[in-house]
C-alpha cells in the first residue's frame, strides 16, 4: 500500500493531525525521530484509519505515493532545517514538503526558494486551534506555489474545520504568505485576549464583583455580537474554582503573561512595514510588563494609591458601556490586523484575498468569531477598503459605543486603573479621523534641527527655513 500524505513529527500536534487524517480517510506514513512516538501512536489509534508506520526517514518517504507529500510537524527553527535537510536527498522533483510548524515568515521564503532550487515545492503551513483543533478540525493557512496546492487543497479542505459548509483553509499565495498570516493571527489573538482582560480588570474594579459573577457577563455577552471562542473559555476560566484553596482560579494565579514570540514578530514586522498595529503592540508590551516583578513591586511600594475610588453609578449601564467598548477597541484591533496583511501581501508580492483569509478564520482557530463573517463580507464586498473601521456595520458599531468607549477609558484614568489597550484603540481611532495631526510640529522640528525640510498645505514642493539665520524658507 502506498500513503496519500506523510507526517513527520508525531509530538502532539503531529500526532493528532495525523489521526485527523486517518479519520477522513486519508493513508498515511507515520515517522518520528525517536520511533516511540510512532510506535505509541500505531498502538494507542492504528484503528481509527490507515497508517504506514515508518522507523527510517527512508521508509517513510519510500511509502509515499507520488508526488509526495510530507508534512514536517517538528520543534520550529533549527529542528525544521535538520528535517528538512534529512528528507530533501530522498526526494523527487515535484515532490511537496509543507512545514505545518510555528516558522517565522522569513524562514519559509529562505526555505521555499532552497527547495525551489532542487525542484521541491516547500509549503510553509500555518495551523490554528491548538491540539484539539489538528485532531477535530484546524483552521489551515497553506502558503507555498499553487500548483502545490492542486495536490493539498483537497486534502487540507477535507480535514480543515467548516463553518456552513466551507473548510476554513485555502491557498493564501506564494512562498512565506501561510506563514505570515497566521503570524498574525497570533498577534489579533494576543490583541483579543488583553481587550477581554483589561474588560474583565475594569468590571471587576468598577462593580467590585466576583469572578464568578463577571463569568455571567461574558456568558451573556457571549449571545451578542461579541460571541466567539475566546468569550466563551473566558467565563469558564473566570467560574473556575481552584480545589486546593476553594478561591477563584483566576485569583490564585501569578499574573505574570508568557509568550513564545508569534506577538513579538508581528510587532517587529509591522515596524518595518511602518504599520500602526497599536492594538497588538499593546498586548504584546503588556505581557512583558506583567513580566517585570521587580519594577512592579518597587513602583507598587512608592505610589501605593494613585488612583481616585471608582464609583459606578448605574451597574448594567457600566456592563454595557465596558461591552461597547471592548466591542470598538476589537475592531481597531483586526483593522489594524488586516491592513498588516495587506502591507505584507503588497511589500512580497503574495496577492492574499483579506476576504478569504478572514473566512477561513471563522473555525478551528483560537480567534474563531461570529465577527469574523462581518470581516468577511466587507473585504469581499471592498477589497481595497482603506480601513475595516469605514465598512458599513463597523462604522455604525464603533459611531455607537464612541461615548461608552470614552467613559469606560476615562473612568479607568480616573481610578488608576490600567487598561492600554482600549485607551490606545480609542486614540488610534481619534487620530485617524483628526482633521489636523499634530505631526506638523514634528516636521517643524525636524526641520530645526535637522534640515529634514516639509510641504505645505498651500503649495506644492519641497521647503526649509533657515532657523539659524534668517529664517527665510528656501526651496532646497
Ligand atoms: P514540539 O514543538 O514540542 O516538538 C516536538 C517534536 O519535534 C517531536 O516530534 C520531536 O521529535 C521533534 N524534534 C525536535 N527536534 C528534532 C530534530 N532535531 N530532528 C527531528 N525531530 C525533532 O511539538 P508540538 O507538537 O507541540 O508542535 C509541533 C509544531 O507545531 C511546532 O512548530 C509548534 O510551534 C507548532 N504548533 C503548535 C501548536 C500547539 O498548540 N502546540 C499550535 C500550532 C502550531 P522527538 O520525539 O524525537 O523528540
Aim: aromatic share 8%; proline share 4%; with cysteine.
Amino acid at each position: 500500500a502506498t500513503a496519500q500524505i506523510g507526517v513527520t513529527g508525531l509530538a502532539v500536534m503531529g500526532r493528532n493531525l495525523a489521526r485527523n487524517l486517518a479519520r477522513n480517510g486519508f493513508t498515511v506514513a507515520v515517522h518520528n525521530r525517536s520511533p516511540e512516538r510512532t510506535r505509541s501512536l500505531v498502538d494507542e489509534h492504528g484503528d481509527e484509519g490507515r497508517f504506514l508506520p515508518a522507523e527510517s526517514m527512508a521508509d517513510f518517504v519510500a511509502a509515499l505515493e507520488r508526488p509526495r507529500a510530507v508534512i514536517v510537524m517538528v520543534k520550529a527553527g533549527g529542528p525544521t532545517d535538520a528535517v528538512i535537510d534529512e528528507l530533501v536527498p530522498l526526494l523527487d522533483s515535484g515532490d511537496i514538503v509543507v512545514d505545518c510548524g510555528n516558522a517565522h515568515f522569513a524562514d519559509t521564503r529562505r526555505r521555499e526558494e532552497a527547495l525551489r532550487s532542487h525542484g521541491l515545492h516547500f509549503v510553509g503551513t500555518g495551523v490554528s486551534g491548538g491540539e484539539e483543533g489538528a485532531l477535530h478540525g484546524p483552521s489551515i493557512m497553506p502558503g507555498g506555489s499553487a500548483e502545490s496546492y492542486r495536490k493539498l487543497g483537497p486534502i487540507f479542505e477535507k480535514i480543515a474545520a467548516q463553518v456552513d459548509g466551507v473548510p476554513c483553509c485555502r491557498h493564501i499565495g506564494p512562498d512565506g504568505a501561510g506563514h505570515f498570516v497566521k503570524m498574525v493571527h497570533n498577534g489579533i489573538e494576543y490583541a483579543d485576549m488583553q481587550l477581554i482582560a483589561e474588560a474583565y480588570d475594569l468590571l471587576r474594579a468598577g462593580l467590585s464583583a466576583e469572578p464568578a459573577e463577571i463569568a455571567e457577563i461574558f456568558r451573556g455577552w457571549n449571545s451578542g455580537e461579541l460571541e466567539s471562542f475566546l468569550i466563551e473559555i473566558t467565563a469558564d476560566v473566570l467560574a473556575h474554582t481552584d480545589a486546593a484553596t476553594g478561591r477563584a482560579f483566576v485569583d490564585v494565579v501569578l499574573d505574570r503573561a508568557e509568550q513564545k514570540g508569534t506577538g513579538r514578530w508581528t510587532v517587529q514586522s509591522a515596524l518595518d512595514l511602518g504599520i500602526p498595529i497599536t492594538g497588538i503592540a499593546e498586548a504584546t508590551f503588556a505581557r512583558s510588563l506583567s513580566g517585570h516583578a521587580d519594577q512592579r513591586a518597587a513602583a507598587r511600594r512608592a505610589f501605593p494609591d494613585a488612583g481616585e475610588r471608582w464609583q459606578v453609578g448605574d451597574r448594567e449601564t457600566f456592563v454595557e458601556d465596558v461591552r461597547r467598548a471592548l466591542l470598538a477597541s476589537k475592531i481597531v484591533a483586526y483593522a489594524q490586523g488586516f491592513d498588516h496583511i495587506r502591507a505584507g501581501s503588497r511589500e512580497y508580492d503574495w496577492g492574499i484575498d483579506l476576504g478569504g483569509t478572514a473566512t477561513i478564520w471563522r473555525g478551528g482557530c483560537i480567534i474563531r468569531a461570529r465577527f469574523l463573517d462581518r470581516i468577511r463580507q466587507a473585504y469581499d464586498e471592498q477589497p481595497e477598503l482603506p480601513t475595516l473601521l469605514v465598512a458599513p456595520w463597523f462604522a455604525d458599531t464603533v459611531d455607537d459605543g464612541v461615548p461608552s468607549w470614552r467613559r469606560v477609558v476615562a473612568d479607568a484614568a480616573r481610578a488608576g486603573v490600567p487598561a492600554p489597550a482600549f485607551a490606545s484603540s480609542l486614540a488610534y481611532f481619534d487620530a485617524l479621523r483628526a482633521e489636523r495631526l499634530p505631526a506638523a510640529l514634528i516636521q517643524g522640528l525636524r526641520d530645526n534641527f535637522g534640515a529634514h525640510t516639509y510641504h505645505r498645505v498651500d503649495r506644492d514642493g519641497t521647503f526649509h527655513t533657515r532657523w539659524a539665520a534668517d529664517r527665510t524658507e528656501v526651496q532646497p
